[in-house]
């Protein structure tokens, strides 16, 4: 059975850092892209960031230059190294499988989830 669980959530002050982490279990995803999204309160889930099979990236446009994710697929762990913090980054972290190698950003492209984990910006 497949299990991806996230850490490294928290609160943190405004132009603050946190890390998030994601343990995959159950099969290696080294030949999948691998995904984190974001669900605010009383918003719809959104991509956030995207990595592919041969670690190629893509964030969406209010995180460019501020996160970066990555992965170490000899733990089969994600990452996001989330930096310069804003209220406007407070939500729930979801990360995500995709059934392919191909970075995307559409929910419905990616298989396996976690539960999340909650990050919270605030002064």
């Known amino acids: 059975q497949v299990h991806l669980v996230e850490s490294g959530g928290g609160s943190v002050l405004p132009g603050g850092s946190l890390r998030l982490s994601c343990a995959a279990s159950?099969?290696?995803?080294?030949?999948?892209?691998m995904g984190w999204f974001r669900q605010a309160p009383g918003k719809e889930r959104e991509f956030v960031a995207t990595i592919n099979w041969i670690f190629v990236t893509d964030y969406t446009e209010s995180v460019k230059g501020r996160f970066t994710i990555s992965r170490d697929n000899a733990r089969n762990t994600l990452y996001l190294q989330m930096n310069s913090l804003k209220p406007d980054d407070t939500a729930v972290y979801y990360c995500a499988a995709a059934g392919g190698r191909f970075a995307t950003s559409r929910r419905d492209e990616y298989h396996y989830w976690g539960q999340g984990t909650q990050v919270t910006v605030s002064s």
């Open positions: 159950g099969r290696a995803f080294s030949t999948n892209a």
